[in-house]
Each structure stands twice: as structure tokens, then as C-alpha cells.
């Protein structure tokens, strides 16, 4: 398997950065808290930028408005979300 490294300073790969955004990871911040990623030299925070890419948040006026962030990404999640409680 070929590893390509984003975060040389704590051996975070790819693979990782993108499984943490698939887990629900939106932002260099996010992925930091999750991995390490971006804490030390700060060198990957780009990269790590463009592997979370562009609309991978929901719209900050919807989380300003109250909506959850997981309603605002996927619709989907919000009727999960009504039927668990």
C-alpha cells in the first residue's frame, strides 16, 4: 500500500485526514484535534485545506441560525436525528 504523508512531523497520511473528515471533520482545526495534524510545524495545514476541500462545511449562516451542523451537511442525518430521540 502506497502511504502518502500529509502531516510529516506526526505520520498522518491522507488516508486519515480523509477518514477524520468523513467522520465529521470540517476544518484544518478539526482535523487537528483529531490527529495532530497541523499542530507542530504547520507546514500540511494547506494540504490538509485542500483534501477537506471546498463546501465541506455546512454555510456558516445556517450554524448561526441555530440549524445543526449535521442537518445543514446532509438532510438525511436530521431525520435520523428526529427518530433517535
Given at each position: ?47 490538509i ?6 463546501g ?13 451542523a ?16
Amino acid at each position: 500500500m502506497n502511504r502518502v504523508y500529509v502531516c510529516n512531523c506526526f505520520g498522518v497520511t491522507e488516508e486519515q485526514v480523509k477518514k477524520h473528515a468523513e467522520g465529521g471533520a470540517c476544518t484544518p482545526r478539526q482535523i487537528a484535534s483529531a490527529c495532530k495534524a497541523g499542530t507542530d510545524c504547520g507546514s500540511c495545514v494547506r494540504r490538509i485545506q485542500s483534501l477537506l476541500g471546498r463546501g465541506a462545511c455546512p454555510p456558516r449562516e445556517l450554524v448561526e441560525q441555530g440549524e445543526p451542523a449535521l442537518t445543514a451537511m446532509a438532510p438525511e442525518f436530521a431525520t435520523a436525528l428526529d427518530e433517535a430521540a
